[in-house]
């Protein structure tokens, strides 16, 4: 669980990192085409079949988040390429909410070598393998390696929970290759 402003930080270093390297924040990667888009995650090992919607950012300037009324649905951020292209993409997805466990409560438990499988719009379901996993302090987001680095990357909220501020310390973030 995460209060909107738990991904300022990111949302800030998206934007730096993005602008740094030449890429605008307001346009799609195009290379898979503008119509196709991810449908859907599973990640086996950790019992998670989820939809995905698209998430863009905010008006201030910040990744988007899956809404908590829907807690079993991850999203793609749409300024990130399609799964299965060149480049970064980033799904995202909730830890818990405040009454019960979300998509990736269990996201931490994924291991080196473990398979996650993204159904896209146009039938082809992209198969990654996991090479990291790594929790990391939010003022430590790592923007670049989520952002502008290949692979896939699954980023969740986790550690411990700060009550003053309503919101996680961590995020827990799986780094995946093409299989």
Known sequence: MAR?????LAGAATGLVLVAFGRSLQTTP????????PESIDIPSIDVEAPLMKLGL????????????????????????????????VIVGHVDTKTAPAVFFKLRQVRKGEIVKVERS????????????????????????????????????????????????DNIIVYASKA
């Open 4 to 8: 909107k402003g738990a991904v300022v």
């Open 30 to 37: 195009q290379s898979a085409g503008a119509s196709v888009v």
């Open 58 to 89: 905010s008006k201030d300037g910040e990744v988007e988040l899956p809404p908590y009324e829907k807690p079993k649905m991850a999203g793609w951020f749409s300024g990130s390429a399609v799964p299965g292209e060149k480049g970064a993409s």
């Open 122 to 169: 146009d039938g082809k379901v992209v198969e990654y393998k996991v090479d990291s996993i790594e929790q990391v302090h939010k003022d430590s987001f790592p923007a670049k390696r989520v952002y502008v680095d290949d692979g896939l990357k699954l980023v969740t909220c986790g550690g411990k929970f700060d009550y003053a501020k309503g919101e996680y310390v």
